[in-house]
Each structure stands twice: as structure tokens, then as C-alpha cells.
């Protein structure tokens, strides 16, 4: 479904000329302690597109009431009338909502209860479209919100139908190799694959993340950010049905110093409406719109997955299985991010991975996480002999990171024998690290011998002293027994 345009009117003064004309509200008295306020409904909404026709389906559309403030009481029992007969010629609607609005038809009636100063919202009904409308076509919803203690508030929203979907390229796009601080190239295109002209002009809005920002190159874009992270372009031109469109030139982002990652987001438009907040215009030349190559635009939104240069070296940080034959022992380990690139929430931390020495177990893995003490915090191996697999990005580590790069969890290690040289191994693994030669490093076990006291206490040793104790007692026994019947 294309993205839908919801206008608003704001500030105190829009606020006052829209609760004298288009919400007529009427006059409160002296008596009235409190007062309503519609001012958070959207005056214009995009209800769906025309190519959608009965296939669209819109549930977006609610009424925010509001307490205005300075009230001395609640406002009690507000309810909200809502009479969508106004939309007869471009929509049908039907029952949807929270579970509190009730009514058939084109009326329906929705419960808000009583209020002190916050606002609530109802949803009164689904709104499902119609074939045969074309763009731009149009109809009005009528609601008055009512309470005891407060004079009646009307309001109206106008639906109007959109103009054709505008696809992008259903495939994400992977770019690597930028380099931070070099400017790169984007250039989004889209297709109108119905049979209504988009006449009204088309937008285009891009946003980055993850430490992409755009430079404002064009006239006929406007920026928000400091520095942009967003843009919205405007091509009066339009687009012709059934037709393929790219940018004639591409826009410019460019990558932070320390980035490893980024995203770019794009979206087209047959129903120009600038967003809030962009608020710079690019001081270059316009760009236009130019045809392409069609193909396969069945996406909503055009997306790129961003790489650059930057790296984020990992180093395991190892130990030694140390102790005596019977021991079992802690050892520490995990990754050292050398950097330079920092990592951000959005990007996978990548892994380590075990392989104990021979002549070990690994008896636990164990942490804590929200007053719960796990006992493995890294998958085991299916083989003995395999690997454990520590996931950087696992609850098991989402506390464990110190302040100079370091992530280590204590493995719990049972030496079960001495065997000369042996040596474990952990490996890390991590997709912004491009210096393999310093992801591997060894785990030494340094085994000693078992104090002579565990050999004692070893259960085949007490199973053969309680063999001959009982056959000691045995022959005792007989002998008192010999002794006696003679």
C-alpha cells in the first residue's frame, strides 16, 4: 500500500481559528469546569490509493481527545459520536476500533470514560475503499465529543482518495566499500504500474541511519538534521501510467568517521505533502525525474544495506586451564574490539568460539540476566571435541562489555587427566573485522597431578575397601558361629 499523507493543523493560533470555524464547538458557559479539545485529529487524511479500489483497507483513522488544560475537574463520561455518511462515494466502513465503540452502519458511538488531563483515543471503524474512484475524489467525517461537565466539541476530517502507488525495487540493494567521509551516490527509482497519472507531482523522501547523512545538493529538496538525515524532493512533473522513473542525478550521503555500517531508506509518492521539520533547501541545482528500465518494483520502500571501509578488529582474549587433575577451574574468555569503527545497537557483534583442550570438560557456562542465573551462556558443541558458540549479541552478554572493548564470559572447566601439550583454541568472528591474522589464539592446559588424598577417595578405591570390610565381617561372623556349635 503507498504511504498515506495526514495533514495537521498546529500552534495556538491555527488552534484557535480551527476550534472557531471547522470544529464549531459551542460556546461554554460559566458554569463549565472543563472543555474538550479536537485538536490532534488530522484535518486531511489519504485514505488509500485509487488504483487500490476495494482491495484497500485502512484502520489508521482515530479521534484524540483532549482535557485543555487548567481544568479544575475531570472531564465525566465523554463519549464521541462519529457519522461517516460523508464517505458514501469512496468508501465503506465497517465495526473495528479497541472493543469500546459500538454502532452499524455509517454511525458509530465510542466510550472514553472519564479524563483528568491526559488524552485518549478511539479507533471507530475500519475503512474499506470502493472500485471506480479516482484520484482525488473525496468525502467528510463528521464527530462531536461530549461530556457532562463540558460543552460539546465538533469537528470534521476530510478523506480523500489518493493518487496511483508508486513501487520501488522489491530487492535491497547491498553497497560496500564506502569510504567515511567520501561522498557516495545514491539514486532511487520507482515505477507507476496503473493506469492514473500521478498529477499532482511526486515526492521523494529518504532517510538515513547508523551514521549516514546527506549533503544538500538540490534545490528542489528540503533537509532535516544537523547534519540531514533526511530529505524530501518535489517533481512537479508527475509521473506518466505505466512507467519506469529514476533521479537524473543521484543524491550524496556520506559515512562518519568511525562507522562501520549504515542504511538508506527511500519512498515515492503521488500525494506530495512535505513533512515537518525540513527546513533546509539544497543550494545546487534541481534534479528531475528521467525514464529507466522497468522491471520489478513491487516494493514500498527502496532500501540499501551500507559497508565501509572501516573495520572493527577483534582478539580473543584467552587463558589458561590451570589447576590439578580433579580441579575444576574458571577460566575467562572472549573478544577484544580493537576498533576503530565503534559498533552501534543495530549491528550484530559477531561470535567467539571454544574448543577446550584435551582432557577437559566444560561443566557450565553460567550468568545472570534479570535475576536469573542460566547455566550456559554459550550453545554447546553436539560432538565432543566440537566447539561452544558465544553469540556477542545472546542475553548472556548484554552487560559484559567494559569500557575498553573487552566481552568475556567465565567458562567452568574440569581437568579430568594430564595430557603433555595439550592446547584448546578460541576463534572470533565478526563481519566488520578484516584482520584475520589476529582472530585465533590458544588455550593451554597446565594439568598437575591429583593430591595422593583424591586417589583415596576415589569411588572404585571405596568400593573395594567396602568389599573387603563386608567379607571381614562375614568371616567373623562364621567363625563365632563355628565357634559356638562347637
Known sequence: MAPRTWARITGRAALAALLA??????????SDAVALSLEDVPRTVVVYNADEGAKATDRRFEVPV????GNSEPARN????????????IARVTKGGYGNCTGSGWV????????QNDGESNAP??????????????????????ADNAAPVTGTTRMVVGGPTLGTPGKKLKVDGVTPGE??????????HTRFRADRGVALRVETGGGLTLRTRHSNCSYAGAPPTSAWCLFPAGAAPWAAYRTSAPLSYVAAEKALHGTLSYRWSSDP?????????????????????DGDFDGINGDVEVDTTVQADYRPVTGTVRGRVGDTVEVRLGVRDLGPGELTNDEAKGRF???PPEGTTVTSVPYDFEDLNPRWGCERPEKPGGAFVCDLDDDAFAWAREDDGTTTIVFHVRIDRQVAGARGTIRTFSPYDRTPGNDTAAVPLEASPAPAYRSVLRPAVWAAVAVGVVAAVGLVAVRRHRRRAG
Open 21 to 30: 470555524t471547522a470544529f464549531a464547538p459551542a460556546s461554554a458557559t460559566a
Open 66 to 69: 483532549h482535557i485543555v488544560p
Open 78 to 89: 465523554i463519549e464521541v459520536v462519529v457519522d461517516a455518511s460523508g464517505l458514501k462515494d
Open 108 to 115: 458509530y458511538t465510542c466510550v472514553y470514560g472519564t479524563l
Open 125 to 146: 471503524f475500519d475503512i474499506l475503499g470502493l472500485d471506480g474512484v479516482r484520484p482525488g475524489d473525496s468525502g467528510t467525517v463528521t464527530y462531536t465529543a461530549t
Open 183 to 192: 561522498p557516495a551516490p545514491l539514486t532511487p527509482e520507482f515505477a507507476n
Open 273 to 293: 505533502e512535505k513533512p515537518a521539520g525540513h527546513t533546509v533547501r539544497g543550494t545546487g541545482a534541481p534534479i528531475t525525474l528521467t525514464g529507466t528500465e
Open 353 to 355: 568460539e571454544v574448543v
